[in-house]
Nanobody, 124 residues
Framework: QVQLVESGGGLVQTGASLRLSCAAS????????MGWFRQAPGKEREFVSA????????AYADSVKGRFTISREDAKNTVYLQMNSLKPEDTAVYYC?????????????????WGQGIQVTVSS
């Protein structure tokens, strides 16, 4: 069982940066693939980024590639999402997800464990 808690969201202006954190409880964090998803009002939950259990592989949605960076710090049971050059279209609730797998899932059903979500709002 893994419990996930996101932090670091907020209201920022276009072009600003934010770093989201996701703290995981439970053992064996280092064996989980970690992902970030987001959901804007009236839209489906969409993939943002994922990092493999080893940290050696990452994946990004085309819409955030080059602006967002995912990383993990296993000693702190934490995964991060550094978001730069934020745009109004990045406004959404961001969710952290975890799955015990060697793959980099891009679909929300690839993940079993989810955080409660955190709001990110980018004003124009």
């Amino acid at each position: 069982q893994v419990q996930l808690v996101e932090s670091g969201g907020g209201l920022v202006q276009t072009g600003a940066s934010l770093r989201l954190s996701c703290a995981a409880s439970g053992r064996a964090f280092s064996t989980y693939t970690m992902g970030w998803f987001r959901q804007a009002p009236g839209k489906e939950r969409e993939f943002v980024s994922a990092v493999s259990w080893s940290g050696g592989s990452t994946a990004y949605a085309d819409s955030v590639k080059g602006r967002f960076t995912i990383s993990r710090e296993d000693a702190k049971n934490t995964v991060y999402l550094q978001m730069n050059s934020l745009k109004p279209e990045d406004t959404a609730v961001y969710y952290c997800a975890a799955e015990w797998t060697s793959g980099l899932g891009r679909r929300h059903w690839d993940y079993t464990y989810w955080g409660q979500g955190i709001q990110v709002t980018v004003s124009s």
